[in-house]
């Protein structure tokens, strides 16, 4: 049974640092690209950033670049969201997710839901001002 499991989230303040994880199993999750959306009340779930199979190209919604970083750890099945400088508008329930195709060639951003097949049960990050 293939499971991610998301942790990590909590209640920050303005201008605060917060880092998600999301833990793998059931699955060789080093062959895929990951990604981290978030979806907060009342809208669609959003790409947030993504990571090829290897870790060595990442890409990010225009709206966090520069101040999250994605990364991930394939001996331990461990994919990473480091979120600095938060912002009310970064309060959202975050979710990894796996990719479809294994090897996925890194020429390819896949920045749509549709191109992922696990999803976890997401981690709520909040802030306030």
């Known amino acids: 049974q293939v499971q991610l499991v998301e942790s990590g989230g909590g209640l920050m303040q303005v201008g605060g640092s917060l880092r998600i994880s999301c833990a793998g199993s059931g699955r060789t999750f080093s062959g895929y690209a990951m990604a981290w959306f978030r979806q907060s009340a009342g809208k669609e779930r959003e790409f947030v950033a993504g990571i090829s199979w290897n870790g060595g190209v990442t890409y990010y919604a225009e709206a966090v670049k520069g101040r999250f970083t994605i990364s991930r750890n394939n001996a331990k099945n461990r994919v990473f969201l480091q979120m600095n400088t938060l912002k009310p508008d970064d309060t959202a329930v975050y979710f990894c997710?796996?990719?479809?195709?294994?090897?996925?060639?890194?020429?390819?951003?896949?920045?749509?839901?549709?191109?992922?097949?696990?999803w976890g049960q997401g981690t709520q990050v909040t802030v306030s001002s």
């Open positions: 997710a796996s990719g479809r195709t294994p090897l996925e060639t890194e020429a390819v951003q896949l920045t749509s839901i549709n191109e992922y097949s696990y």
